[in-house]
């Protein structure tokens, strides 16, 4: 084992939140050392490791991009395009120096006699450990496994005589020409993959359980062209169109909450005037759940639609009975052939990066204890974590915890502080705790399977996550770190 390097502060990821995370450290915090450590062999996170034909975001760059550099690009981008403004971003402010790759972070041991998280990380290229010290430890670890996503465990899914792929697993010699492919799914990786593929393959089946909230337009902005059209600053462009985004956002967010009938029934319609005439839109394009209890997925100029009105696509809505040496039984009976199967079933999640953590010798199980506001956890010293938002961009409340992370470790240093602790106060301990998120609220199957490894919540402000962008634009930056939920030493 290596000598220990230490830092002020170790970011564990180097996707766009741990970017974010150290855009803001070098900003905020210049005299702090930091050091970011991804097991990846590049920055993206989630933007490398998905490279599957058409991946691109389903939510807008003006929103999704940071408030602190203009997207100049069209609203909805491919995972290349944001790649290269996550590269700008490094390079913009100097970021390379401090990112090391192909290094997990297996574990993290804290200790209060030295106030210093020791971490032991293996270097991916040549099996080594290394230990990194760090006083203040960001976790920007994402949701989920990126070396390996979530595949049903159907019956005969080994007896299958063609290719299983996984779409976080996209091998590059793939070749779907003239090939029966089923996609398995009706999220927006199906709905993305579907188009990107359909001109090539013999015929594409998306095959889903149920039905998704789709939303569709044109891949433009009318406002941001209009204002570029007019030679407005860039940056200016950005923050007036991301205003605008939000607002709408908003709006669309008050009318599915407070009438998600009418919500529904317009999405849905939206969905109909694209399709032909007579499309079976009951069974294939409404949804069991109400809009916004899952992230609706933007389908930019309609491909998805345009793929399966030319009859290069189709949808079928049914649960898979098994699979077979040549394609898919269905529940009803009918079989579906296949060359390829694509599994566009999401992801395993991952709490914390998968990291083994110990608390003075205790092992940490982040299920028992309670979230301060999204970002920290009761009993847990000197650790954040970035956690987005689903239903609106993620990167949003990625900016809002940086903000207020740089202004916790400046008030530390100011304050001569080296350890701050969240602790339920005695009128705490009497609530009863909460899942992460309510189930009426937001129930994507990954986060249900798995939502028992999350950390819980409290119906508290102080103690809650919530995936409500305006409340927290409103209140996170005014934050004080002066709390009496945080103890410090
Ligand atoms: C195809 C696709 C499209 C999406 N589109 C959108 C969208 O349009 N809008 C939106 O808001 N969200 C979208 N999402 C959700 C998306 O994942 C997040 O918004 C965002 O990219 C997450 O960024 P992140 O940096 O927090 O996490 P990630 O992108 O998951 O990056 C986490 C990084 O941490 C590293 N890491 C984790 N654990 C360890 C460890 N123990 N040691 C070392 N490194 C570790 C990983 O290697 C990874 O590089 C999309 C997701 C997918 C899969």
């Known amino acids: 084992m290596s000598e220990a390097r230490d830092v002020d502060v170790v970011v564990v990821g180097a996707g766009i939140s741990g970017v974010d995370a150290a855009y803001h450290l070098r900003r905020d915090c210049p005299e702090r050392t930091f050091v970011v450590l991804d097991a990846l062999e590049s920055f993206g996170g989630t933007w490398l490791t998905h490279r599957y034909p058409g991946v691109r975001s389903d939510t807008d760059l003006y929103t999704f991009g940071y408030s602190f550099k203009p997207w100049t690009g069209d609203p909805i981008a491919s995972g290349e395009r944001i790649r290269e403004y996550l590269r700008e971003v490094i390079d913009e402010n100097d970021l390379a120096r401090h990112v090391r790759f192909q290094r997990r972070v297996e574990s993290a041991s804290w200790s209060s006699a030295e106030n210093r998280w020791t971490l032991r990380v293996r270097d991916l290229t040549s099996g080594d450990v290394e230990t990194y010290r760090c ?13 390996q996503g979530y595949t049903p465990d159907w019956p005969g899914l080994d007896t299958f005589e063609g290719r299983v792929v996984h779409p976080q697993q996209w091998p590059e010699d793939l070749d779907l020409t003239d090939q029966e492919v089923v996609v398995v799914g009706s999220g927006a990786t199906a709905a993305t993959l579907v188009p990107a593929i359909a001109e090539r393959c013999a015929h594409v089946t998306m095959i889903q359980r149920s039905p998704t909230y789709f939303f569709s337009g044109e891949n433009r902005d009318e ?16 923050e007036i169109v991301r205003r605008n985004r939000l607002a709408q956002l908003k709006m669309l ?8 009938d ?12 694209e399709l032909p005439e007579g499309f079976d839109v009951d069974t294939h394009f409404t949804p069991r759940y109400r809009p916004w209890q899952q992230r609706i997925a933007y389908v930019p100029d309609g491909d998805l639609f345009k793929a399966i009105s030319s009859g290069r696509a189709s949808v079928v809505t049914d649960e898979i009975a098994a699979i077979t040496p040549h394609g898919v039984r269905l529940a009803s009976g009918d079989e579906q052939r296949a060359d390829v199967l694509i599994t566009a079933t999401g992801f395993e999640l991952s709490v914390l990066g998968d990291v083994h953590f110990t608390i003075d010798g205790e092992v940490l199980n982040l299920a028992e204890r309670v979230t301060y506001r999204g970002m920290m956890f009761s009993g847990v010293p000197n650790l954040c974590w970035i956690f987005g ?3 609106a961009a993620w990167t949003l409340r990625a900016d809002l915890v940086c903000n207020y992370v ?16 969240p602790t339920l106060r005695d009128e705490d ?4 705790p909460l899942a992460w998120i309510g189930d009426d609220e937001f129930n994507p199957s990954y ?8 950390p819980q919540r409290l119906a508290k402000p102080e103690w809650g996550h919530t995936q409500d962008y305006w409340y927290e634009r409103d209140v996170l930056p005014t934050l004080s770190p002066e709390d009496d939920c945080l103890v410090y030493d």
């Open 135 to 147: 006083e203040f430890l960001w976790m920007c670890q994402g949701y989920y496994r990126h070396d």
């Open 223 to 238: 406002l941001a062209d209009q204002l570029r059209a007019l030679e407005v600053d860039e940056a200016w462009v950005h």
């Open 253 to 260: 967010t008050d009318v599915a909450l407070s009438e998600p």
């Open 262 to 273: 009418f919500a529904a029934q317009e999405l849905i319609n939206l969905v109909r005037a």
């Open 389 to 391: 938002y689903f239903r």
């Open 406 to 421: 740089g202004r916790l470790l400046n008030y530390m240093r100011d304050h001569d502080l080296h350890r701050v602790v």
């Open 429 to 432: 301990l009497a609530e009863t």
């Open 447 to 454: 986060l249900k399977r798995s939502l028992h490894l999350m």
